[in-house]
């Protein structure tokens, strides 16, 4: 009987110790381990929490490491806190900006969760092209972004705002709604800004191979006149020198 209740004492000791029960909070980043951002852009980290009804989270941290520097994250002006401290939002980033960011969770039990992810700076915007009038494209190869590219259309200098012309979230553009000759696509997203242009044949063209025709035909008819003419004055020079005969001469 008595080794039974020193088990008991022994199962009760254990179980209120940090980290013998499951309920440890957990914690990681949704896109993964890294993603690019260009400078002037908006960055945006979110943290997925998980956590039993029983627990309960104290304290969430954000720090930046850049090399050997190690610098705790605060608000301000530029970087927002959100979401219960689980979102982190900076903008107009700057070069200072890149490095690995890690974010710490601490429960009422003192256990430290934390999930790291690298932020490197995008050099240029990915190249954008038409594939065809319909649809805008970007060539995205291994980069990650956390936000998903916002589609602008312009034809002829002028702002689509047509629904009924939009589709696929602005992706593809329904030129039969929109007619016009210069279309430009402007693709903007956190890797930065990337801008493609599609120009239409217009039905002008054909007129242009027929100016063309004439003026051709213009320049024979002015080749040939002026050929006429010499020939005739060459002729008209070469009777005046042919001698005419004298009748008193007989």
């Known amino acids: 009987m008595g080794l039974w209740k020193l088990v008991w004492i022994l199962f009760l000791m254990f179980s209120q110790m940090p980290g013998f029960v499951d309920g440890t909070v957990s914690v990681h980043f949704k896109i993964g381990r890294q993603l690019q951002v260009a400078v002037g852009q ?8 998980k956590q039993n009804q029983d627990d309960k989270i104290d304290m969430v941290t954000w720090e930046c490491e850049r090399g050997t520097e190690n610098v705790r994250i605060s608000q301000n002006d530029r970087i927002s806190l ?6 982190l939002r900076i903008k107009h980033v700057r070069p200072e900006d890149f490095g ?98 599609y120009q239409t044949i217009t039905e002008s063209q054909p007129c242009s191979k027929y100016g063309g025709l004439v003026i051709g035909l213009f320049f024979a008819l002015v080749v040939c006149l002026v050929g006429g003419f010499f020939i005739w004055k060459y002729y008209k020079t070469r009777r005046r020198r042919v001698p005419v005969d004298d009748p008193n001469e007989q």
């Open 42 to 49: 908006t960055l945006v980290l979110e943290a997925e929490l």
């Open 82 to 87: 959100e979401k219960d401290d689980s979102l």
């Open 100 to 197: 690995t960011y890690k974010i710490t969770v601490t429960d009422s039990d003192g256990q430290q969760e934390h999930a790291s992810i690298e932020v490197k700076k995008m050099d240029e915007p990915p190249k954008a092209s038409v594939a065809s009038v319909l649809e805008c494209f970007v060539e995205v190869i291994g980069v990650t972004q956390w936000d998903s590219p916002q589609f602008t259309w312009v034809v002829d200098d002028v702002v689509v705002t047509d629904q009924m012309a939009l589709m696929d979230n602005g992706k593809r553009l329904n030129i039969s709604e929109v007619k016009g000759r210069n279309y430009t696509c402007v693709i903007s997203s956190s890797l930065g800004i990337s801008v493609t242009h």
